[in-house]
């Protein structure tokens, strides 16, 4: 199946600080590509989908100003958390779509101190 | 988009099927059934796809009856390596992900 890689795996960082996370698609275009949260004991849930080369389109109650994505090309967006605090700590996973099907990421833990 | 209800939990011991079904009555025209399995603190990981009808790939099976408002993951002779949380998703793109089955294989 198809490769999406996310870096880093896990990051942590002092409250007020923005932090950025990569997500790519190794072996296919991703032209869309969406980023989730999960949060401990619970399900995925869906932040926004990014299309390449556009703005990404948020989902209701994520703040676009403070989780901040970029898709600049068909194989890499990127997420910034911008003034992270310690409620953002959480797991983030991103997704590629590769025709009809989502391959997702690794997953990356952030911790805010 | 399209809901799922799935159960909520299943156990099974080793060595024998296990058959998750997944209800989608609102299932749209261009929807694609895909079942994913997540291990903690990983992303979840793609098992398989289809449309209608009978799907078979190297890990499991997919059936799908004709109204297409259910979906049955069949999972042949589980090892202790596949409890885990398995997702049953419809949609052309955007996929709402629900509660899923958490798996418990026992020895």
């Known amino acids: 199946g198809a490769v999406v890689s996310q870096h880093p795996s896990w990051v942590i960082c002092k409250s007020g600080t923005s932090v950025k996370i990569e997500c790519r698609s190794l072996?296919?275009?991703?032209?869309?590509m969406f980023w989730y949260r999960q949060f401990p004991k619970q399900s995925l849930m869906l932040m926004a989908t990014?299309?390449?080369?556009?703005?990404?389109?948020?989902e209701q109650g994520v703040e676009k100003d403070k989780f901040l994505i970029n898709h600049a090309s068909l194989t890499l967006s990127t997420l910034t958390v911008t003034s992270a605090h310690p409620e953002d700590s959480s797991f983030y996973i991103c997704?590629?779509?590769?025709?009809?099907?989502?391959?997702f990421g690794p997953g990356t833990r952030l911790l805010v101190l | 988009l399209a809901k799922t209800t799935q159960p909520i939990s299943m156990d099974s011991y080793e060595g024998q099927e296990v058959n998750i079904t997944c209800s989608h009555n609102?299932?749209?025209?261009?929807?694609?059934i895909t079942w994913y399995q997540q291990f903690p603190s990983q992303g979840p990981r793609f098992i398989i796809q289809g449309y209608k009808t009978k799907v078979t790939n190297e890990v499991a099976s997919l059936f799908i009856p004709a109204d297409r408002k259910s979906s049955t993951l069949s999972l042949p002779r589980v090892s202790l390596s596949d409890t885990a949380v398995y997702y049953c998703l419809v949609g052309d793109r955007t996929l709402v992900f629900g509660k899923g089955t958490r798996l418990s294989v026992i020895a």
């Open positions: 072996d296919f275009q991703a032209t869309t």
């Open positions: 609102n299932i749209a025209t261009n929807d694609y």
């Open positions: 990014s299309n390449e080369g556009s703005k990404a389109t948020y």
């Open positions: 997704s590629g779509a590769d025709q009809e099907t989502q391959y």
